[in-house]
Nanobody, 115 residues
Framework: QVQLVESGGGLVQAGGSLTLSCAVSRTLFSMRFISWYRQAPGNQRESVATITYGGTTTYASSVKGRFTISKDNAEDTVYLQMTNLQPEDTAIYYC?????????WGQGTQVTVSS
């Protein structure tokens, strides 16, 4: 079992920044990867960024250069630093992983960007 708890969402003006946190109930040393997904109203859930056990990162093209995923192994927490936010970034942001062949999702945190 893995529990993922997101925090840090909120309302921000276009051009602003937010940092999301994902607290993981298991040591990050046991996790192959942690990803951030987002889902806007009426849209499918989409991958935003992923960080692997070894620290390799990947990003969706829409956020590359603006978002940074990182992790703190001592705190078992994964972060998503978001800069230059735009209204199209408005969505619920979820933490996700697959552990022992099971999918785990957090409850999500709302990010709203006003124009």
């Amino acid at each position: 079992q893995v529990q993922l708890v997101e925090s840090g969402g909120g309302l921000v003006q276009a051009g602003g920044s937010l940092t999301l946190s994902c607290a993981v109930s298991r040591t990050l040393f046991s996790m192959r990867f942690i990803s951030w997904y987002r889902q806007a109203p009426g849209n499918q859930r989409e991958s935003v960024a992923t960080i692997t056990y070894g620290g390799t990162t990947t990003y969706a093209s829409s956020v590359k250069g603006r978002f940074t995923i990182s992790k703190d192994n001592a705190e078992d927490t994964v972060y998503l630093q978001m800069t230059n936010l735009q209204p199209e970034d408005t969505a619920i942001y979820y933490c996700y992983t697959n552990y022992e062949y099971r999918d785990y999702w957090g409850q999500g945190t709302q990010v709203t960007v006003s124009s």
